[in-house]
RNA sequence: GGGAGUUUAGCUCAGUUGGUAGAGCACCUGCCUUACAAGCAGAUGGUCAUAGGUUCGAGUCCUAUAAUUCCCACCA
């Protein structure tokens, strides 16, 4: 019979049994509805945080729920190995530059740093209980996964979506490489705002334009003025010498110049900004590039040549002083766009790169994020806010070496584009031959091979395909999936794109449904996060400490969407939540030794705490079908705590005393608290697995047949009573508690025993309660009086 | 500047369609009660951010304001 319980055996002993037994593997043969989670392949950049386990937790509740609720349940795990995050873990780890090295001698690095932490990170989610069909996962560098997000690509490529193109990308110039708009990341940066004279001579009178960026001057094209600012008008038209360089340029006017914004007159540069971008393009304007993908000045910078951005301003600004033409120099914070991996603000360059159009479906997109549901609603509009600003084509080639290689090569005489066949996939073009021998286009017969790899998004965002088996029958049958889980940060990368992919490749829907979870927080200000170092505790101390039960209580105390602050109160909570579950189960179950289920007839109490039970599973499955799971479990403690402290308070008296009570009522009562419990538990299942198998395993495994508590279906439990019955016996609790209330006001044990009681103001019905009173009141006589206010009286 | 979330007891938060303000923790008073003292029974504690409005009735609906967090824009 059950003992003490440990879980420092019990948790470890159980994680093994289910994945040796399988008993979160889905069925393929099964003939229960699909249930499928696209569950977040993590990044593998580093060890995981709470924060992992908290949002992985919350959508693993959701998984169980389905399962034992008629589902047969998809739950896949992946991990998202490629890319430039794990690139920069493994320079970080190994102390090398992927640029430096070969390029196969660093993937192999690479590869073998993915497989590390995987394993590590697979062990922690296994020690927090995650219920994910381990036999489902893929890894996003796979040959498998390669092929289908290169075929992604061929697909996209066959339907036009995605194009070719020699315009200005954005670049990191610490990774060396282009990213897409939704990797930047706007920051706060010191700066200073800068006023220069640009002569002009045949007004023989200087234009005063100001700048944070001195060192773009060699690139200057223009300068830019409102079209009716009084004060420049004169100068339009006319040319102006940038100083240093002595070359002269036009000034031109165009009304989305801001008069008030620093002079007035702005130098436009090729390309300081995105602003200036779009003066390139709107006014033909010629096009000089002073930054190199390293981010040092070019050629055109003169003396500045080679110097990093930040030195060869901090130069130019000197020389400006020296000069005179630098009027003043103003220090400002401004905001700047910088890559959200590294901090490095953004340059953009012209580069030939692959994008994936964007901006001809934004209707499209928008429609869908209408389509899908989101949990909490109110995220659907970060989607649709960001869809709404979209302004640039999603740019999916990267000048990287840990990747999906970008399945192309290129005709070396007239540049034709040659895409691989399907049947190739997946292919490497460094290493395999194209698909032709000639160039279709030249005739030609020497190709250079694509170099670059894919985003990391352009392979996660075909989760849904690599999940479902994309070209497969079961895809057709799977798509859309049921849910997707994610934190809110990600909406505006991978829920978006994984809505474009599925708009391309088959028009619908991803998933039907959308569970965002919120951050962890270190306090109400701080976000948990390894640069502050502020996390009290690692996933694995967490979990070896407090027990990946009381682990996953804290997870289901937030509220869905919110972030949760760290809270050491709640694992108090969460660890006096699973020692009562214990002894709770513990002393009901020793009354229970051999116990044959059959329905005897049953007392009004009994009846009562079980239609109390089936009107609680119903609220609960309200709030889960919500995906509500910390309401849900509120709503299950608060009966827990209410079936221990009011119903087994009575039902104990008839369950030590069949010779008192009678065996009926003994019969009566132990119905009651195996039902219960044994539904109560399953429910408990899903946020405490381990205490609950143990349970389980220990009692209700000989009744329900499943050789886990987790393959076991929750139940509503058959009784004969008529809606009254909650009023009722609600009534009795409220008579119950005023005993107690006297005994405690007047500082007397419980179990003191009250002569007489009377019993004023109560329907007739609490008469029929009249023995299970007395028990838990240690009352000898009551005297039942009407008409009169309630009220119970001691004498 | 645009959008969203939050504001309820000292703390952390519930409060579904409007109908007498809830839980846990903390604090206080009792109680060794044939499961559990990591327990049990009680008590205290709130102008539901502010100001208007709709309504017989508002924590809940509407309008405005404030504080705070997040997303987006702002990079000359």
């Given at each position: 019979?059950l003992?003490?319980y ?44 709470i ?13 169980r ?23 920069r873990l ?10 430096s ?9 690479c ?14 989610f ?12 893929y ?11 290169q ?15 020699d315009?200005?990308?954005?670049w990191?110039p610490?990774c ?12 706060e ?9 640009f ?9 005063e334009?100001a ?38 340029v ?12 620093g002079?007035g ?6 390309f ?9 393009q ?60 590294c ?5 953009l360059?012209?580069?030939?790169q692959?994008?994936?159009?964007l ?13 899908v549901k ?27 070496y840990?990747g ?14 040659i ?7 997946p ?9 032709v ?5 030249c005739?030609?017969?020497e190709f ?8 990391t ?11 479902c ?16 889980t ?6 505006r ?19 039907e ?21 502020n ?15 009381v ?30 579950i ?15 289920v059959?329905?005897?007839k ?40 209410n ?11 008839r ?37 609950c ?15 886990s ?16 019955i909650?009023?009722q016996?609600d ?17 007397l ?6 002569e ?9 019905y609490v008469?029929?309660?009249?023995g299970d ?6 009352v ?6 009407s ?5 119970v009286?001691?004498?």
């Amino acid at each position: 019979m059950l003992d003490k319980y440990n879980f420092k055996e019990s948790e470890p002993k159980w994680q093994e049994f289910w994945q040796k037994e399988r008993v979160y593997a889905f069925d393929p043969n099964s003939t229960k509805p699909i249930f499928s989670i696209d569950n977040p392949p993590p990044t593998v950049s580093g060890h995981i945080h709470i924060g992992h386990i908290f949002s992985y937790s919350q959508s693993e509740f959701i998984a169980r729920y389905k399962r034992m609720t008629g589902f047969n349940v998809f739950y896949p795990f992946g991990f998202d190995d490629n890319g430039l995050p794990t690139e920069r873990l493994v320079e970080k780890m190994r102390d090398v530059r992927a640029h430096s090295l070969p390029r196969e001698e660093f993937r192999d690095i690479c590869l073998d740093v993915a497989k590390q932490f995987e394993e590590d990170y697979k062990r922690v989610f296994i020690m927090a209980g995650n219920s994910a069909d381990f036999e489902l996962k893929y890894n996003t560098v796979s040959d498998k996964v390669q092929k289908i997000s290169q075929k992604s690509f061929l697909d996209l490529y066959k339907k036009g979506d995605v194009y070719y193109g020699d315009k200005p990308a954005i670049w990191c110039p610490e990774c060396r490489t282009s990213i897409a708009q939704a990797e930047l990341e706007s920051k706060e940066l010191e700066s200073s705002f800068n006023y220069i004279n640009f002569e002009c001579e045949e007004l023989s009178k200087a234009l005063e334009i100001a700048t944070t960026r001195p060192e773009m001057l060699c690139a200057c094209v223009c300068v830019f003025v409102h079209p009716d600012d009084e004060r420049f008008k004169d100068f339009v038209g006319k040319e102006v010498i940038v100083p240093l360089y002595n070359f002269k340029v036009p000034v031109l006017a165009d009304e989305t110049v801001e008069k008030d914004k620093g002079t007035g007159a702005v130098m436009c540069c090729t390309f300081g900004d995105e602003t200036d971008l779009m003066w390139q393009q709107k006014h033909n304007l010629p096009i000089k590039l002073a930054i190199d993908d390293g981010g040092r000045m070019t050629a055109i910078a003169g003396k500045y040549e080679g110097m990093k951005i930040k030195v060869a301003r901090a130069e130019i600004i000197k020389d400006l002083q020296e000069s005179g033409k630098l009027n003043k120099s103003e220090q400002i914070t401004h905001a700047v766009s910088t890559h959200e991996r590294c901090g490095t603000p953004m340059e953009l360059l012209i580069k030939k790169q692959w994008f994936v159009d964007l901006l001809s479906h934004k209707e499209d997109f928008l429609k869908m994020g209408e389509k899908v549901k989101w949990y909490p609603d109110y995220m659907k509009n970060r989607y649709i806010d960001w869809v709404s600003n979209v302004d640039r084509d999603w740019c999916i080639s990267r000048q990287r070496y840990f990747g999906v290689p970008i399945p192309v090569w290129y005709c070396r005489h007239c540049g034709e584009v040659i895409v691989a066949n399907e049947e190739q996939l997946p292919v490497n073009p460094l290493v395999d031959k194209p698909p032709v021998s000639t160039c279709p286009k030249c005739g030609h017969c020497e190709f250079e091979p694509e170099t670059d790899v894919f985003d990391t998004w352009h392979t996660s965002s075909v989760t849904p395909q690599i999940n479902c088996g994309w070209g497969t029958e079961r895809y057709n049958k799977m798509m859309p999936m049921s849910l997707r889980t994610n934190a809110h940060e990600i909406i505006r990368t991978w829920d978006f794109y994984t809505i474009v992919k599925s708009f391309y490749h088959s028009n619908c829907l991803p998933w039907e449904n959308v569970m965002i979870s919120g951050f962890v927080m270190a306090d109400k200000d701080n976000k948990i996060s390894k640069s502050k170092n502020n996390a009290k505790f690692s996933p694995e101390s967490l979990l070896n400490e407090k027990s990946a039960d009381v682990t996953r209580y804290w997870s289901a105390t937030g509220s869905l969407g919110k972030d949760i602050i760290f809270s050491e109160g709640e694992f108090k909570n969460g660890a006096k939540l699973v020692n009562k579950i214990w002894n709770a189960s513990k002393f009901v179950l020793s009354f229970l030794t051999d116990y044959e289920v059959v329905e005897p007839k049953l007392l009004p109490i009994d009846k009562w705490v079980i239609a109390k039970f089936n009107q609680m599973q119903k609220n609960f499955k309200n709030y889960m079908d919500k995906y509500e799971i910390g309401l849900a479990m509120a709503e299950l403690e608060r009966y827990f705590w209410n079936f221990c402290d009011n119903y087994i308070e009575i039902a104990k008296r008839r369950l030590y005393n069949p010779q008192i009570f009678g065996q009926d009522a003994t019969d009566s009562a132990k119905y009651a608290c195996f039902m219960v419990l044994k539904e109560m538990l399953k429910m408990f299942a899903i946020y405490l697995p381990h205490i609950c198998e143990e349970i389980y395993k220990d009692y209700f495994e000989k009744y329900e047949k499943e050789i886990s508590i987790h393959k076991t279906q929750m139940q509503t439990i058959n009784i004969d009573a008529d809606d009254n019955i909650i009023k009722q016996g609600d009534d009795v609790v409220e008579i119950v508690s005023n005993i107690r209330k006297y005994k405690s006001e007047n500082n007397l044990s419980l179990k003191y025993e009250i002569e007489n009681l009377e019993i004023k103001g109560y329907p007739e019905y609490v008469k029929e309660y009249d023995g299970d009173i007395k028990a838990v009141g240690c009352v000898h006589n009551i005297i039942y009086t009407s008409n009169e206010e309630k009220e119970v009286v001691i004498k």
